[in-house]
C-alpha cells in the first residue's frame, strides 16, 4: 500500500491527530470515506480537505442527502425520524457517491442501513476485516445501533431504524470477519460469537417491545 485511505473524520478536535498519523505513515492521503454523516464522524471534514485537497471524499449515495441537509424519507423508507445531530455549517461535499459492491483499494462497500438510512461499511476480503462505523459498537458492551447501552447510550439515541439496524448486523454476520472496527469502541478480534450474541439480544428485545 503506497496510499491511505481515512474512514470517518472524527469530530472537529480529531484533526490534529489525524494528520498528525498520516504524516507518521509517511503516505498521501488519498480517500476519505464516511460511513454516514453524523456530526462525530464529519466533524473535520472541511479542516481535513483543506489539509488534504486532492482526497477523494466518498459517501453513500442515499447518505449524501443527509450530508447536504435533506431529511426526507423515501416511500419505500420506514417512515421513523431521522436521528443524531448533523453539522450544518459544512462546507464540503462528496465527490464520489456509493453503492454496495463498490471497490475502493482493498476495500469494498456494504451497505448497511440502519443507524442512517445509507449508513456503510468496508469490507477487506483477503484481512477478513470490516470497518462498520456506527452499525454496531463495542464501547461499554458490544450492541446493534438501535440497543441502549446505559455507559454509552449515545449511538442507540441516534439510530434511524432499530428493524433495519438488525439485518444489517446479520449480514456483516454472513462474512464471518475475524477482525471488527467499529466507530465507538474497541476493534474486537474473532467477533463472530459476539456479533452473535449481539443478534440474539437484539432480536429478544424487538420481541418483547
Known amino acids: 500500500q503506497?496510499?491511505?485511505?481515512?474512514?470517518?473524520?472524527?469530530?472537529?478536535?480529531?484533526?490534529?491527530?489525524?494528520?498528525?498519523?498520516?504524516?507518521?505513515?509517511?503516505?498521501?492521503?488519498?480517500?476519505?470515506?464516511?460511513?454516514?454523516?453524523?456530526?462525530?464522524?464529519?466533524?473535520?471534514?472541511?479542516?481535513?480537505?483543506?489539509?488534504?485537497?486532492?482526497?477523494?471524499?466518498?459517501?453513500?449515495?442515499?447518505?449524501?442527502?443527509?450530508?447536504?441537509?435533506?431529511?426526507?424519507?423515501?416511500?419505500n423508507e420506514p417512515q421513523t425520524p431521522i436521528k443524531g445531530g448533523f453539522n450544518k455549517k459544512l462546507k464540503k461535499s462528496a465527490d464520489?457517491?456509493?453503492?454496495?459492491?463498490?471497490?475502493?483499494?482493498?476495500?469494498?462497500?456494504?451497505?448497511?442501513?440502519g443507524h442512517t438510512p445509507g449508513s456503510i461499511s468496508l469490507w477487506d476480503s483477503k484481512k477478513l476485516t470490516i470497518i462498520v462505523g456506527?452499525?454496531?459498537?463495542?464501547?461499554g458492551k458490544i450492541a446493534i445501533s438501535g440497543q441502549l447501552v446505559p455507559l454509552f447510550p449515545f449511538p442507540a439515541l441516534a439510530t434511524w431504524n432499530k428493524e433495519i439496524s438488525l439485518e444489517s448486523v446479520k449480514k456483516i454476520y454472513e462474512l464471518k470477519p475475524t477482525l471488527l472496527a467499529v466507530g465507538h469502541g474497541k476493534i474486537i478480534e474473532n467477533p463472530n460469537n459476539f456479533i452473535n450474541e449481539a443478534i440474539i439480544n437484539a432480536e429478544r428485545k424487538l420481541v418483547n417491545v
Do not use: W, Y
Request: glycine share 8%.
Open 134 to 139: 456506527d452499525a454496531m459498537q463495542t464501547k
Open 96 to 113: 464520489q457517491l456509493l453503492k454496495e459492491g463498490d471497490q475502493i483499494g482493498s476495500l469494498t462497500v456494504i451497505e448497511t442501513p
Open 2 to 75: 503506497h496510499e491511505c485511505t481515512l474512514i470517518d473524520t472524527g469530530i472537529p478536535a480529531s484533526f490534529k491527530g489525524i494528520v498528525d498519523l498520516v504524516r507518521k505513515l509517511d503516505k498521501p492521503l488519498t480517500n476519505i470515506i464516511l460511513t454516514h454523516p453524523h456530526g462525530d464522524h464529519v466533524g473535520s471534514l472541511d479542516l481535513l480537505k483543506e489539509h488534504f485537497p486532492k482526497a477523494t471524499v466518498s459517501i453513500s449515495e442515499r447518505d449524501n442527502r443527509l450530508l447536504q441537509g435533506d431529511m426526507s424519507l423515501d416511500k
